[in-house]
């Protein structure tokens, strides 16, 4: 049984920062490439940042400077930093792991999801 358990959120002031955290279990972690995710009331859900299993990063426009994710495999856990944060980045975040099952296919897990809220 995989879970992915995203902790973190909260309510910050615009500009301020906050961190999460998605902590995997079960042995899927080291093989899986790791992404954030978010999803404001009324949107699509929309990708936010993804890294490799060799460290390679990925960001949406609107996060690129702001955003930092990473992962530490030791801890089978992925972060999302957030600073400079803006109420536009208000949403539901949700951490994915995309773990290989071969043929160029994968199996795409999801947590619970997160709330962040940014006032102003």
């Known amino acids: 049984q995989v879970q992915l358990v995203e902790s973190g959120g909260g309510l910050v002031q615009a500009g301020g920062s906050l961190r999460l955290s998605c902590a995997a279990s079960?042995?899927?972690?080291?093989?899986?490439?790791m992404g954030w995710y978010r999803q404001a009331p009324g949107k699509q859900r929309e990708l936010v940042a993804t890294?490799?299993?060799?460290?390679?990063?990925n960001y949406v426009d609107s996060v690129k400077g702001r955003f930092t994710i990473s992962r530490d495999n030791a801890k089978n856990t992925v972060y999302l930093q957030m600073d400079s944060l803006k109420p536009e980045d208000t949403a539901v975040y949700y951490c994915n792991a995309d773990f290989p099952v071969g043929l160029g296919m994968v199996h795409r897990y999801w947590g619970q999801g997160t709330q962040v809220t940014v006032s102003t």
């Open positions: 890294i490799t299993t060799g460290g390679s990063r």
């Open positions: 079960g042995s899927i972690f080291s093989r899986s490439a």
